[in-house]
């Protein structure tokens, strides 16, 4: 009987031995699977990370990317932008930065702020070069050029006042992305026609975010040892920290003023029109405060003369003189896509008429001024 017994005991431990080495073995495959499961959804992370994020090319790639910089199509003050196309076939923009200019900031901010950027309204940057004092890179290419080039020709207004609201639309988005839709806020510090570029269809995409600073979310105001931008688009703040501190909202004035180039189809500082029109934001805000006159008049459309009015209010209220009056990119938006009849006629923005034709004398070109350093609240 005693043999029976552990008989039967050696039995039930081979059992219970062999159903412990099928749950390990089951548990382990449950593991592996898992494992490989896990591995498979990082590598699809990596491999549309890489994707999305900027190649790095060596310069014998910029050189036949760009055809041996054989076609022209842009220069700036910090290089020359030529014409290119990838391996396939789609055509480029290569920006290739001056060797001698700089210690390469321009070339470092537009590759951290726009490499991190994904708007339809923001030019997609696919590439960078960098090789010793050899700096490129590789945007996608916008074949009708700068909004700079349809706003100051000779033929006012060629676009058509529906699709200058359109692009007006399009860049508000765009820098209201760039405030507000990243995972730092980025303040171009350079919003201007000329660094507007427009595709095939005119859909405007901010471009050259070399003057751009990163800024946490939870950051207010900036700290800014120089002034930068381009004279006449450059809000007050900027230039003095009397009339407040630095921001998104200086994006907003330099918005607004390009704004008002586009309802003029004319640089805002002008000294070959009229002495009473030299400074168009000036003009346009007395005559739109003349009641009884119709300023629009010249518009054979009514509709067009409603959105020329529009976005003559809109723009007048992005260049108040204090940043704290001035509206969000948000807020500009909701005010573009509104109804005229709903916006109210802002404050005089030139409370100080010598302080503003100080600013607007001056005006076209792009530099950076040293200032003392300012400290300024977070």
Known sequence: MKHVASEGSLIAGAALGSCFVVITF?????LYTAHKENQKKIEKFLED????????????????????????????????????????????????????????????NEVGTIGRTHHVNVVHLIGF?????????????????????????????????????????GIANGIEYLHQGCDQQIFH????????????????????????????????AVTMT?????????????????????????DVYSFGMLLLEMVGCRKNVDENVNTSKVY?????????????EDIWARIDEAEDGNI????????????????????SMKQVV??????????TMPPNPFPDTNAANSIAEISGKRYQIELPLIMEAE
């Open 26 to 30: 089951a548990a382990l495959f449950v």
């Open 49 to 108: 990370y890489r994707a999305l994020k900027p190649t790095r090319f060596s310069y014998s790639d910029i050189r036949r990317i760009s055809h041996q910089f054989s076609e022209k199509i842009g220069e700036g003050g910090y290089g020359i932008v030529y014409k290119g196309k990838l391996s396939n076939k789609i055509n480029v923009a290569v920006k290739v930065f001056n060797n001698s200019e700089g210690n390469g900031e321009e070339f470092v």
């Open 129 to 169: 070069c960098a090789e010793g004092f050899r700096r490129a890179l590789v945007y996608e290419f916008s074949p009708n050029d700068s909004l700079e080039k349809f706003i100051f020709q000779a033929e006012r207004n060629s676009l058509g006042w529906k699709k200058l609201q359109d692009i007006t639309l």
């Open 189 to 220: 510090f350079d919003i201007k026609p000329h660094n507007i570029l427009l595709d095939h269809k005119f859909n405007p995409k901010i471009c050259d975010f070399g003057l751009a600073k990163l800024c946490s979310n939870e950051q207010s």
């Open 226 to 250: 120089v002034a930068r931008g381009t004279m006449g688009y450059i809000a007050p703040e900027v230039l003095s920290r009397t009339f407040g501190k630095v921001s998104y909202n200086s």
């Open 280 to 292: 168009f934001p000036q003009w346009i805000y007395r005559h739109l405060n003349i009641v009884g």
């Open 308 to 327: 020329a009015r529009k976005l003559s209010i809109v723009g007048l209220w992005c260049i108040q003189w204090h940043p704290n009056d001035r509206p």
């Open 334 to 343: 909701q005010m573009l896509e509104g109804d005229k009849d709903n916006l």
